[in-house]
């Protein structure tokens, strides 16, 4: 096979730069009133969530993060893209934690 066809061949496989792959984001509104904390989030690729004490932790099938919410009383907007090192909580920027699934 001459390098010019795996050229041509690989250049169909892989997405152009103008193309995105589809994104993963949660977002949402998170409450919190002293230790009670409520969400009301969604998910653009089927992530589970869940709330462990004062985290959210968003689940795949193979991966887990953790996301500690604000100790401020208040309602934040919030936005996490699947694979980012931070999330958003309204203007707030927040460090994550990486896990294998089960393990956060």
Do not use: H
């Not at 998910?43 to 919410?69: D, P, W």
């Not at 934040?76 to 931070?86: A, V």
Request: proline fraction near 4%; charged fraction near 20%; charge should be negative.
């Amino acid at each position: 096979m001459s390098l010019d066809v795996l050229v041509l061949v690989g250049s169909l496989l892989l997405p152009s730069a103008g193309m995105a792959a589809e994104e993963c984001v949660v977002y949402g509104k998170v409450y919190r009133a002293d230790t009670n904390i409520n969400m009301e989030l969604k998910s653009t690729c089927g992530i589970r969530v869940e709330r462990n004490r004062s985290a959210l932790v968003l689940k795949s099938v193979y991966r887990s993060v953790e996301i500690r919410v604000p100790k401020n009383t208040g309602v934040y907007p919030f936005m996490y893209q699947w694979g980012q090192n931070t999330a958003q909580f309204g203007e707030e920027e927040v460090e994550i934690s990486f896990g294998p699934a089960g393990e956060s």
